[in-house]
């Protein structure tokens, strides 16, 4: 009985032709939006966070990700000298800058 099934299957005789085309858009349609939903919104965001990194410039005050509070002194190609307080400074990577 298996045998016949799958010979059904195989030759497009019988429901098996039209669920395996609609099995097929199904996924599709999944895809498409796991991508307007998940994929897409995470880019445009990623973007404008990127955009607002490299638009920081010397005496912008900034908080890093980590909630250090602090102003730009000094910007290098991929990090930034942030001062803490009157004399105290520290190096941050640019991805550690958070947006507010």
């Known amino acids: 009985m298996l045998y016949t099934i799958l010979l059904q299957a195989a030759s497009g005789t019988g429901s098996g032709a039209g669920a395996g085309m609609m099995n097929m858009l199904m996924i599709?349609?999944?895809?498409a939006i796991?991508?307007?939903?998940?994929?897409?919104?995470?880019?445009?965001?990623?973007?404008?966070?990127n955009e607002f990194r490299s638009n920081i410039k010397k005496g912008d005050k900034v908080?890093?990700?980590?909630?250090?509070?602090?102003?730009?002194?000094?910007?290098?190609?991929?990090?930034?000298?942030?001062?803490?307080?009157?004399g105290v400074s520290i190096t941050v990577d640019k991805n550690a800058i958070a947006m507010s």
């Open 34 to 49: 796991f991508y307007f939903f998940m994929i897409a919104p995470q880019r445009k965001r990623e973007k404008k966070i």
């Open 63 to 86: 908080v890093t990700i980590g909630g250090i509070h602090g102003t730009i002194r000094e910007i290098k190609e991929d990090s930034f000298i942030l001062e803490i307080t009157n």
């Open 28 to 31: 599709v349609a999944l895809i």
